[in-house]
């Protein structure tokens, strides 16, 4: 069992941050307007409130609302240095199956793009865990008064991408990302690889590099499977959605 | 990194995190740094019911940072009186927050606690957990939590 999780989170290694860690700075040069559910969720936050982001990557949500405290956690430590530059938020390196964050202490959290990267079904219902597990536990006389969450993953479902993935295919998937001059035009935020690419225009553009292809491995969730993830990981879910090719739930702990 | 951020650490080994003793975590060989930022009075009232006073007074004392008294300031000491004045409720009991946040002006203790909380950085050091001795590194500002396969 130690082994085949050790087996895993290697191949996560390989396949996910190594090559984030690689593709960090042209990652955060590239374009990006920010989901609209995802800024709902967050200006709608109370003022004060204090939360984490969860794979925060170069942290673009970490801008949205300055009212609230937000700290970002993602395992590249590249992206880190570049999330840690928005104030008043705060940024750290970690795993997002093993966060450093005492339990039950934040009004909310969000994941944007990031347990669709862990390998094994058992993984992401773990990761959907160690959200829920931040959380502060609802009062027992008010359903809904607890921290929720925002959860944010790509969706097999999404036949007018770029990709062209739609229900039936296989879920498991490897996707290139190529990494090109800075003469590489914008794309609508809606299509392909392009969409994962979290980034802001912050930076200044990335120099003129050979072309280089990296590959992620993605898993992609079908319809009412994030739910489901979220129910068999003890979890209530609040409201769930599909957005430009994502899959997206607004969860809790239960009462 | 910011001391505030101190206030929602742990250790990330699963079986300390609900012992009293990995939090805080405890700075050793750090270096600070003060990364100037605005001043933002509704934000310090806002984030002092979440903040565990007590252990950040640890911290700061194990930092050789000035003490911080003993009870945790509240809202009004944040902000001088003669301002509190002009943003009490109008006539007709309206009260705009967004005017209130502007005509207010930071008192010493405001101004102390963002230099604290969010001016004051560690640099390099590292991060101690109370409990099981694990010591997680700060480099360059950014604190890594990252384990071994073995603790994992
Ligand atoms: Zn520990």
């Known amino acids: 069992m130690a082994d085949s999780v050790n087996q895993d989170a290697s191949y996560e290694e390989e396949h996910v941050h190594s090559v ?13 307007k920010p989901w609209p559910i995802v800024e709902r969720f967050l200006t709608e936050l109370p003022d004060g409130a204090v939360g984490a982001d969860v794979g925060c990557g170069n942290g673009k949500y970490l801008g949205v609302n300055t009212k609230v405290f937000i700290v970002g956690s993602d395992r590249s ?37 990031v347990i669709h990267h862990l390998s094994t079904p058992a993984r992401r219902v773990e990761a959907v865990k160690a959200i829920l597990t931040l959380l502060r536990p609802p009062t027992r006389d008010r359903a809904g008064s607890g921290g929720k969450a925002l959860i944010y993953v790509w969706a097999l479902e999404q036949k007018d991408s770029r990709r062209g993935w739609d229900e039936g295919h296989e879920q498991d998937v490897m996707v290139p990302w190529v990494m090109k001059g800075k003469k590489e035009k914008s794309q609508k935020p809606t299509k392909g690889v392009r969409q994962t690419a979290e980034e802001m225009v912050r930076e200044e553009p990335a120099k003129p590099t050979e072309d280089k292809t990296f590959l992620r ?21 609040m409201e769930s959605g599909y957005e430009k090719d994502n899959w997206w739930a607004i969860v809790g702990n239960k009462v | 990194m910011k001391l505030l951020t101190l206030n929602f650490l742990t250790c990330a080994i699963k079986s300390c995190k609900s012992t009293p003793a990995s939090f805080p975590l405890h700075p050793r060989d750090a270096e600070l740094e003060i990364v100037e930022a605005d001043l933002n009075i509704l934000f310090l009232k806002n984030i002092l019911p979440r903040l565990m006073w007590d252990e950040l007074r640890v911290i700061g004392s194990e930092l050789g940072l000035p003490e911080l008294p003993s009870t945790p300031p509240t809202r009004e000491d944040l902000v001088e009186p003669s301002t509190t004045a002009i943003a009490a409720p109008t006539s ?6 967004g005017e209130e946040e502007e005509e ?39 604190a890594n939590f990252l384990l071994p396969g073995h603790l994992v």
């Open chain 1, 77 to 113: 430590s590249n992206l880190i240095k570049i999330a840690k530059q928005h104030h008043p938020h705060s940024a750290i390196v970690a795993d997002n199956l093993s966060l450093p964050h005492p339990p039950s202490s934040f009004d909310f959290a969000i994941s944007i793009a």
């Open chain 1, 217 to 237: 491995y993605y898993h992609l969730y079908k319809k009412g499977e994030l739910e489901n993830d979220v129910i068999e990981a003890g979890g209530k879910v």
């Open chain 2, 92 to 97: 007709d009991g309206t009260r705009d927050a």
């Open chain 1, 20 to 32: 984030y860690e690689q593709i960090a700075s042209h990652f955060s040069s590239t374009r990006y």
């Open chain 2, 104 to 142: 207010e002006i930071p008192t010493q203790t405001a101004k102390d606690l963002h230099r604290v909380l969010l001016e004051t950085c560690i640099k390099e050091g590292k991060l101690v957990c109370g409990n099981c001795g694990h010591e997680y590194k700060v480099l360059e500002g950014v």
